[in-house]
C-alpha cells in the first residue's frame, strides 16, 4: 500500500514511520511519500527515518517530493498533517490575542480562528486534488483545528476523510491505568467536538467504573486532568473533560499565564524545531538525526501545556503522565482497520449523522466510531448535559462561521466568527483581531469582502 503523509517534513513525521515498522502484517504499508514545500525540512526528515529503518527488514521504502500531486496518484491512504504558516504563523496568532488580552492557542478561541481561517483554503484544494488524483483514497487528517479542517475536507470527499487527535484517548489511558484496568481493553465513554469533550464512563470488563474514580478525592487529583482540573471542579462536572477545556474553565488564569510567560508555546517550538532542523543541516552526515530528534521530542513533551500547569499551580508533568494517546498509533489502527477491514472501536471526528440531536447531520463531532472496510461509524451515544450542549453548539456555530467565511472572502462572515467565540467577549476586540491577523499573515487578505 501506499501511504502519503502532506506535510512530510513535520516534526512529528519519525512517530509515524516508526509504527509503519513495526508492522508486518500482510498488506501493510510499503511506500511512504513524504510531501512538503520545504526541500530542506523534508531532508532532516528523510535523514531520522533512515535511521530508523536501518536493520529492519523489509521497511517501507521513503521517497520526498515538493509536488503534491505527484505524492497524490496512485495513494491508498493520505494523512494530512500540514501547518500553513508554519510555526511563526502559531506564535503570530499567540501575539496578536494575547495584546488583545484574550487567549490565542492554536485551535481554541482567537487563535483557532486565524489557524482555521488560514488553513481551511489549503485542506479545501487538498481535497479537491484527491478527489481528482486518488478517489479511492482515505485521508486521515491530522491538521489542527482538527474538527473544523474535517469538517471543511468532508464537504468535498464526504466520508472518506476522517479526523483524529490523541488528547481523548490520551485521558482514557491515564484514566484507564488508575482505575486498575487495561487501557487497551477499557471502553471509553468521550462526548464532543475536538478539544472540547468530556469523558462520561470507562468500562472495564462491562462496569463503569468513572464513579468510582469520581468518589475518590484522592484518587481523582492524582492524575493529569485531576490535578489541571481539581477534583472539587470534576466531581461538579460529574465527568472529565479533555484538557484542552481548561481554557474555558480557567480562562483569566490561562491567560494571564500565557501574557507572563517568556515566551508562548508556538515561539518555543518554533525556536526549538529551528536549532533542530539548523542541527541537521549544519553538521551534515556527522549527526545522528534520530539521537537529536529524540532528545528535542522528549523536552516537547515535558513543556506541553505547561503554561495551565502554571496557572493551575501543579508544577512539572508526573512522568506516568508524558505518554500521550499516541496519535500515530490511532491513525495506523484506523488505517488498518479500513484496509484489512479489522473491527476495531476508536475514537475519531466524523460526521455526526444523527449522534448528538443538538447539531445536523453534517456537523463533525469527535466520538467513539465503530470502524470497518466501509470506514469510521459513529456509536449512539447519551446526550451531554445542558452546559456541555451549550458551549458545543456556540463553538460549532463559530466553525461554521469560519467555514463560511473561507468560502466567502467575507470580511464581515469572519469578524463574526470571532465575536461569537466564548472566549472574546467584544465585538470591537473581534475587529481589531482580524486587522491584527491580516497584518501578520498576507494568505489572510482574501478576506476583504464586506
Not at 65 to 93: C, M, P, Q, Y
Amino acid at each position: 500500500m501506499k501511504l502519503v503523509i502532506l506535510g512530510g517534513g513535520g516534526f512529528r513525521v519519525p512517530l509515524v514511520y516508526g509504527a509503519l515498522l513495526g508492522d508486518h502484517a500482510e498488506g501493510r504499508v510499503t511506500e511512504v511519500v513524504l510531501h512538503d514545500l520545504d526541500a530542506g525540512r523534508l531532508g532532516a526528515v528523510a535523514r531520522v527515518l533512515a535511521e530508523q529503518a536501518a536493520g529492519v527488514q523489509d521497511a517501507p521504502t521513503v521517497t520526498a517530493t515538493t509536488d503534491l500531486d505527484e505524492a497524490l496518484r496512485g495513494a491508498d491512504f493520505v494523512f494530512s498533517a500540514i501547518r500553513v504558516g508554519g510555526l511563526e504563523g502559531r506564535a503570530a496568532d499567540e501575539r496578536v490575542a494575547l495584546a488583545e488580552g484574550v487567549l490565542g492557542q492554536e485551535t481554541v478561541g482567537a487563535g483557532g480562528i486565524a489557524y482555521g481561517l488560514r488553513t481551511v483554503p489549503v485542506a479545501v484544494d487538498i481535497a479537491r486534488r484527491v478527489r481528482e488524483l486518488a478517489p479511492d483514497a482515505w485521508v486521515i487528517n491530522f491538521t489542527n483545528p482538527a474538527g473544523l479542517v474535517t469538517e471543511a475536507m468532508s464537504r468535498h470527499i464526504g466520508d472518506r476523510v476522517i479526523g483524529i487527535c490523541d488528547s481523548p484517548v490520551g485521558l482514557g489511558r491515564r484514566v484507564a491505568r488508575m482505575l486498575g484496568g487495561d487501557p487497551d481493553e477499557a471502553y471509553i465513554d468521550y462526548v464532543g467536538l475536538n478539544h472540547l469533550g468530556w469523558l462520561r464512563g470507562l468500562r472495564i470488563g462491562g462496569r463503569d467504573e468513572l464513579p468510582r474514580l469520581m468518589a475518590d478525592s484522592e484518587m481523582l487529583g492524582s492524575f493529569e486532568e485531576g490535578r489541571l482540573f481539581g477534583p472539587e471542579w470534576l466531581q461538579s462536572l460529574g465527568s472529565i473533560p479533555n484538557e484542552y477545556l481548561h481554557y474555558y474553565y480557567f480562562n483569566r488564569e490561562a491567560v494571564r499565564a500565557y501574557q507572563e510567560a517568556e515566551q508562548t508555546r508556538g515561539a518555543f517550538l518554533r525556536d526549538q524545531q529551528a536549532r533542530f532542523y539548523d542541527e541537521l543541516k549544519g553538521n551534515g552526515a556527522s549527526t545522528s538525526a534520530l539521537r537529536a530528534w529524540d532528545e528535542t521530542r522528549a523536552e516537547r513533551e515535558a513543556t506541553y501545556m505547561s503554561e495551565n500547569r502554571e496557572a493551575a499551580g501543579v508544577g512539572e508533568r508526573a512522568a506516568e503522565d508524558l505518554e500521550s494517546g499516541g496519535y500515530e498509533k490511532v491513525a495506523l489502527a484506523l488505517m488498518r482497520a479500513i484496509a484489512r477491514d479489522e473491527r476495531t472501536t476508536l475514537i475519531l471526528n466524523v460526521r455526526n449523522r444523527t449522534t448528538l440531536s443538538a447539531l445536523d447531520a453534517e456537523a463533525v463531532i469527535e466520538v467513539p466510531c465503530s470502524v470497518d472496510a466501509n470506514g469510521a461509524h459513529p456509536l449512539a451515544t447519551d446526550p451531554l448535559p445542558g452546559h456541555a450542549t451549550g458551549l458545543v453548539c456556540a463553538v460549532k456555530a463559530v466553525e461554521r462561521e469560519v467555514l463560511s467565511a473561507a468560502e466567502s472572502g467575507s470580511r464581515a462572515t469572519a469578524v463574526k466568527a470571532f465575536a461569537l467565540h466564548p472566549l472574546v467577549d467584544s465585538v470591537a476586540v473581534a475587529r481589531r483581531l482580524l486587522d491584527g491577523y491580516r497584518e501578520a499573515h498576507p494568505g489572510l487578505g482574501y478576506l476583504d469582502r464586506a
